[in-house]
Structure formats: structure tokens, C-alpha cells
């Protein structure tokens, strides 16, 4: 069976700019959580979607954003980027939600310049 | 007061002895329980979950958790250098939202 794949692996981007990850579950699971990993602040929750719908929603300013597909696949928005926004950016799938087993995929290493 | 407090380490134990990682949390709500290992540069891999108070064995790894105390650990028996890792303690909250702490960090010396 596949695991999480994330997509692009690597970022490079500029103050201002907006970017946009994707992340394809494990095939079954209808759930995806976004975090985001910094040295400083460890592993953060960012949201968390299930059928489509965001459940609930970490302490991350608006410009953080996301959206789930009718086939579970999950993207995360991130408009405006800050170099505070440079991070790891992880996201973990699970077959009904964050109180069930989650399984992370290797992240996406964003670096705002 | 921070909702998952894990001691940071560097935890070091030699090759062969049993490592202790502790965890408490502030959510008395919390009912699911989990613990990742993350290697450096790689994303956290699930290890350990548990739902129950008691004692969850899996292998070398031992779970055990007092809700009434808001404390889970995690032990690992016959270390090993493969085990060198930071380890991440995340309880749920219930409200589709999992809390993880800044971790462990365990070194185990060969």
C-alpha cells in the first residue's frame, strides 16, 4: 500500500509571494492534517480535514488556508509568505481523523527568502 | 502551562539498557494517546498508540498510561543505537485535534 506523498518535496520562494503544497493520503483514509515543524516551535497543528469539510482549525493566521477533494487528496494555501512561514510543513493522514492513527509524509521543506 | 510537557534530553543510555520517556498532558479530555519516533531530517513515525490506562506492549516498546495523573510513557527495553531518535508524545484532544510535544531527544550509546 503507498503511503503520504507530498508534493513539491522542496520550495524556494520570496516575501509576498503565495504557495500552494498538495498531499495524497493513504488510499482509504478520508482524513488530512496540516502541520507545520520549526525548530523553534516544534510541531504545530495547522487543520485538519475529513470528507471535505475542515474540522477544526490551529492558531495560524488566516493566511494559512487549505481544502480537501472529493478524493481525500489535501492542498494548504499559504498567501503573503513571511520569512517566519520557513518550515517544514508535514501532513499526516489517518482512516478517520486525528483521534485515530496518523501517518505523516515526508514534508515539504519551504524556504522564504 | 504547556499542553504535552516532555522532558528535551538529550536522554543517553547505554546499548542494552531501558529508556524511560515521560509525558504529561493538560487536556483532561484527551482519550487517545500516541508516540512517534522522528529521525533527524525525516517526518515522525507512529510507534505506539494507546486508548486505555495500563500497560501496551508492542515488541521492545511499552506504553503506560494514568489518565487520572494525565501522564503516559513510554519505555524501551534492550536499547539499541537504531533507537537514537527524538521521540514525540501527542495526546488528542477530542476536538479532532492532536497536540504534539517538543519531544525527547534519546541517545543510546553502543
Known amino acids: 500500500k503507498a503511503g503520504v506523498t507530498q508534493t513539491p518535496r522542496y520550495l524556494i520562494k520570496t516575501r509576498g509571494q503565495q504557495v500552494t503544497l498538495s498531499c495524497s493520503p493513504i488510499s482509504g483514509h478520508r482524513s488530512v492534517s496540516w502541520y507545520q515543524q520549526t525548530p523553534g516551535q516544534g510541531l504545530q497543528f495547522l487543520f485538519e480535514?475529513?470528507?471535505?469539510?475542515?474540522?477544526n482549525k490551529g492558531n495560524f493566521p488566516g493566511r494559512f488556508s487549505g481544502r480537501q477533494f472529493s478524493n481525500s487528496r489535501s492542498e494548504m494555501n499559504v498567501s503573503t509568505l513571511e520569512l517566519g512561514d520557513s518550515a517544514l510543513y508535514l501532513c499526516?493522514?489517518?482512516?478517520?481523523?486525528?483521534?485515530?492513527?496518523?501517518?505523516f509524509g515526508p514534508g515539504t521543506r519551504l524556504t522564504v527568502l | 502551562q504547556k499542553e504535552v510537557e516532555q522532558n528535551s534530553g538529550p536522554l543517553s543510555v547505554p546499548e542494552g539498557a531501558i529508556a524511560s520517556l515521560n509525558c504529561t498532558y493538560s487536556d483532561r479530555g484527551s482519550q487517545s494517546f500516541f508516540w512517534y519516533r522522528q529521525y533527524s531530517g525525516k517526518s515522525p513515525e507512529l510507534i505506539m498508540s494507546?486508548?486505555?490506562?495500563g500497560d501496551k506492549e508492542d515488541g521492545r516498546f511499552t506504553a503506560q498510561l494514568n489518565k487520572a495523573s494525565q501522564y503516559v510513557s513510554l519505555l524501551i527495553r534492550d536499547s539499541q543505537p537504531s533507537d537514537s531518535a527524538t521521540y514525540l508524545c501527542a495526546p488528542n484532544t477530542g476536538g479532532f485535534k492532536t497536540i504534539f510535544g517538543a519531544g525527547t531527544r534519546l541517545f543510546v550509546k553502543a
Open positions: 480535514y475529513f470528507s471535505e469539510t475542515q474540522r
Open positions: 494507546i486508548y486505555s490506562n
Open positions: 499526516a493522514s489517518s482512516l478517520s481523523g486525528s483521534q485515530s492513527e496518523q501517518f
